[in-house]
């Protein structure tokens, strides 16, 4: 009898950790979320930046990313992801294309990769405002 106590206070304390950790989780993620939704993007004035090629990076926890921005004739060239820290997000690499295609940073993020698409957009920004 004391065993069959002794498991189910052990079963309780599992199960209460277990649950105390699922909420720090999702403390953890709702104020990631905010954070990145009070980031403000922008294009830097493509006009002033010098053709070349600028690094940038930009992290928001656990997500990081860094970016070569390619600068011709007052255009972005190209954008190539170096490294990208994503956990879920992959599919905000596709975003770049947007960039591409719009001539600006100032494009939707990817749905279900958003803190991503931040960070790529804000690596980005970094990169260009070095040519400024």
């Not at 972005?76 to 599919?91: F, M, R, S």
């Amino acid at each position: 009898m004391k065993k069959h106590k002794k498991m189910k206070r052990i079963a309780i304390c599992v199960l209460v950790g277990l649950v105390g950790i699922g909420i720090s989780i999702v403390v953890l993620l709702q104020d990631i979320t905010q954070k990145t939704n009070r980031i403000k993007l922008h294009t830097p004035k493509l006009a002033a930046i010098k053709d070349g090629v600028y690094e940038g990076s930009y992290s928001i926890f656990p997500i990081s990313a860094k970016v070569k921005v390619y600068i011709e004739n007052n255009g972005i060239a190209d954008v190539k992801i170096i490294t990208h820290e994503h956990g879920l997000g992959k599919a905000a690499e596709n975003i770049v294309s947007d960039v591409l295609q719009k001539q600006s940073l100032e494009v939707d993020t990817v749905s279900q990769a958003t803190i991503s698409s931040v960070c790529i957009l804000k690596a980005a920004e970094q990169a260009m405002e070095k040519g400024e």
